[in-house]
């Protein structure tokens, strides 16, 4: 994944994230806020429900009283209370007085609880209420003190709840009751002022089962009825003040929240359930354009993102892919590689940093080439010093005694001039050897490049020594081959890398001189190909290690101390790679890394000779 796409998906998460917390946060907040509402809402209704209960009671009450208390009703009261009255001649009267008091129940009843006139329903003359002349603890009930109270009712529509008060007048020993009150209806729910989204439904619980009939709004009975009787039923239940909703279709904004009143009567039995309705509408209006903001802020954002992160990106990247292709430059050897520094930041900063770490390596580069070639050239020196001081001994030696031969005129300086003169030119040969030697490595060609397969270098080398593997009079040296049957071919020059390996081969060969096992393995991977040769002997500590690749370092009796430096020119002429790993009394590996194709023509350094003053 690049920088760019990475800086992209940042950029769009965190912008999601903080959208998404932020439209969280306001849809919480906001639907908080609403039922903090609703709730204020529904519980001033409910106490307006109640003040105008209080209200309705206490005026039913008043209205009550009055009749008792006109002088109409005291007449009435004195008639009745004769031995000879007749109840008969009073029996439309409720109807008149519950006009004049706007009251939808009225009745006057006797001292034994007989009906004498009955407003709501005029067919029940001359039944009982027996309920006025019930006693408690002995005595009749003090009506004043009862005050108002709701009761189930029967009407000529039929049974009703209705908000009642009881007044007596005493004439004597006898009573007459003054029963009136006002139905709790729709017309009670129409007085009812209700804010915008809400409603009030009152339910009459005349029957055990619920009746959706019996369930009702300011303007009559509700359609739906039915789905209020899981409500009814656990208030009938429970008798107490619920909250509960009803999802009327799919959509949540049809939602409602109904919170419920029980009205009890005298004995606390539920007669009534006010319900007060909160719709969900607005508040899922206002949780849908908080999504549908929230989404186009996102989409925005997203818009926004690309536009930032490609700009973003390409200020931040463009100048990093300048910085990635010059560090490639300076890795394939081109030292001198300069990036162009506009602006200032960390990006400058680096661009900078890069420019004078390029100009340290060169000016180090330079002083480390010199360095090397004058400790090369130092131990090259030493080297041929070293070499050349074996033959030249012999030469000066031979010369001395041929000018003693020559000064004593002795007749044997014919014979010594024979064999001084075989000498001198046996130990001038071997210079001429040592010099060829040096002439050799100095020459060393550049590849010239052709499909080869290392298998087949290898086979050919072990083939070319297969003698000397089992030669009489040395113990003998076992070759194992684990070459690999499917390793591709390299680009390579196959008389080099025929040498480096049969140098490899002697050098393993000259390192095992009792005998052991040469194991010699080939591999490919990414693209390149591996040679790995092995030896049993007798291993090399890790400063011989260090300096095995050194030319003229050598670690046996005899040899120039090239084969190693030979190989290790071919091999990074061919753009590869050498190490060796060693444990002493256990043996050596070397391990060779060739790439399928060297990566360029590989870069010659020429030794300067620099002419030095005698």
């Known amino acids: 994944m690049t920088f760019r796409t990475k800086l992209?998906?940042?950029?769009?998460?965190?912008?999601?994230?903080?959208?998404?917390?932020?439209?969280?946060?306001?849809?919480?907040?906001?639907?908080?806020?609403?039922?903090?509402?609703?709730t204020e809402h529904t519980d001033a209704l409910v106490q307006q429900f109640k003040r105008e209960y209080d209200q309705r009671g206490q005026e039913v009450f008043r209205r009550v009283r009055g009749i008792a208390e006109a002088e109409a009703t005291v007449r009435m009261a004195i008639d009745l209370a004769r031995p000879s009255a007749d109840p008969s001649i009073y029996?439309?009267?409720?109807?008149?007085?519950?006009?004049?008091?706007?009251?939808?129940?009225?009745?006057?009843?006797?001292?034994?609880?007989?009906?004498?006139?009955?407003?709501?329903?005029?067919?029940?003359?001359?039944?009982?209420?027996?309920?006025?002349?019930?006693?408690?603890?002995?005595?009749?009930?003090?009506?004043?003190?009862?005050?108002?109270f709701l009761m189930k009712i029967d009407t000529q529509d039929g049974p009703g709840v209705a908000l009642m008060a009881v007044s007596t007048v005493r004439v004597g020993d006898r009573d007459l009751y003054i029963v009136g009150g006002e139905e709790l209806g729709k017309e009670f729910l129409g007085s009812l002022g209700l804010p915008a989204g809400m409603r009030a439904l009152l339910?009459?619980?005349?029957?055990?089962?619920?009746?959706?009939?019996?369930?009702?709004?300011?303007?009559?009975?509700?359609?739906?009825?039915?789905?209020f009787a899981p409500i009814i039923e656990k208030e009938q239940q429970d008798q107490a003040e619920l909250k509960e909703d009803i999802n009327w279709t799919s959509n949540p904004a049809s939602a409602e929240v109904f919170h419920t009143l029980p009205l009890s009567g005298r004995h606390n039995e539920l007669l009534a359930v006010l319900l007060v309705g909160s719709s969900q509408r607005e508040v899922v209006i206002l949780e849908r354009r908080i999504l549908g903001l929230a989404i186009g802020v996102a989409v925005a954002g997203v818009l926004i993102g690309l536009l930032l992160s490609w700009w973003g990106a390409a200020r931040v990247t463009r100048p990093i892919r300048k910085l990635a292709d010059a560090a490639r430059e300076v890795s394939a050897g081109n030292w001198n590689t300069h990036v162009s520094v506009k602006g200032g930041g960390e990006v400058g900063q680096l661009a900078r940093a890069f420019n004078q770490m390029t100009q340290q390596l060169v000016e180090q580069r330079e002083k480390l080439v010199q360095a090397e070639?004058?400790?090369?050239?130092r131990e090259v020196a030493r080297r041929l010093a070293h070499e050349m001081k074996n033959p030249l001994f012999p030469l000066q030696t031979t010369v001395e005694n041929l000018q003693r031969a020559k000064e004593s005129h002795s007749g044997q300086f014919e014979e010594v001039f024979r064999e001084s003169t075989s000498i001198m030119l046996t130990e001038i040969e071997n210079m001429k050897a040592i010099v060829g030697r040096f002439s050799d490595f100095a020459?060393?060609?550049?590849?010239?490049?052709?499909?080869?397969?290392?298998?087949?270098?290898?086979?050919?080398?072990?083939?070319?020594?297969?003698?000397?593997?089992?030669?009489?009079?040395?113990?003998?040296?076992?070759?194992?081959?684990?070459?690999?049957?499917?390793?591709?071919?390299?680009?390579?020059?196959?008389?080099?890398?025929?040498r480096a390996v049969e140098n490899l081969v002697l050098n393993a060969m000259d390192a095992m001189p009792a005998g052991g096992v040469l194991m010699m393995r080939t591999t490919h991977e990414n693209g390149h190909v591996d040679l790995e040769v092995s030896d049993t002997g007798t291993g090399l500590t890790p400063e011989e290690c260090d300096r095995l690749f050194t030319p003229y370092y050598t670690t046996k009796q005899h040899g120039t101390g090239l084969g190693l430096a030979i190989v290790q020119s071919v091999?990074?002429?061919?753009?590869?790679?050498?190490?060796?790993?060693?444990?002493?009394?256990?043996?050596?590996?070397?391990?060779?890394?060739?790439?399928?194709?060297?990566?360029?023509?590989?870069?010659v350094f020429p030794m300067v000779f620099e002419k030095q003053d005698a």
């Open 8 to 38: 992209f998906w940042i950029f769009t998460l965190t912008l999601f994230l903080s959208v998404g917390l932020i439209a969280a946060g306001v849809t919480v907040v906001a639907r908080k806020a609403f039922d903090e509402s609703n």
């Open 91 to 148: 029996v439309d009267d409720a109807r008149g007085v519950s006009q004049s008091y706007h009251l939808d129940v009225m009745d006057f009843v006797g001292t034994n609880g007989t009906i004498i006139s009955s407003a709501e329903n005029h067919a029940k003359f001359g039944y009982k209420m027996d309920w006025l002349t019930q006693q408690v603890d002995g005595k009749p009930i003090d009506w004043v003190e009862q005050g108002s």
């Open 203 to 227: 339910y009459l619980n005349l029957d055990p089962a619920f009746q959706a009939a019996n369930l009702m709004d300011g303007k009559g009975p509700i359609d739906e009825a039915q789905r």
């Open 373 to 377: 070639r004058v400790a090369a050239w």
């Open 443 to 498: 020459k060393m060609p550049q590849p010239e490049l052709g499909t080869v397969n290392l298998n087949e270098v290898v086979r050919n080398v072990v083939k070319l020594f297969e003698a000397q593997f089992g030669a009489v009079g040395r113990p003998p040296i076992t070759p194992e081959l684990h070459l690999e049957e499917e390793l591709p071919t390299i680009q390579a020059d196959p008389a080099l890398l025929h």
């Open 571 to 603: 091999v990074s002429d061919h753009g590869g790679r050498i190490s060796v790993e060693s444990e002493t009394g256990v043996g050596t590996s070397f391990h060779v890394e060739l790439p399928q194709n060297p990566p360029r023509k590989p870069q």
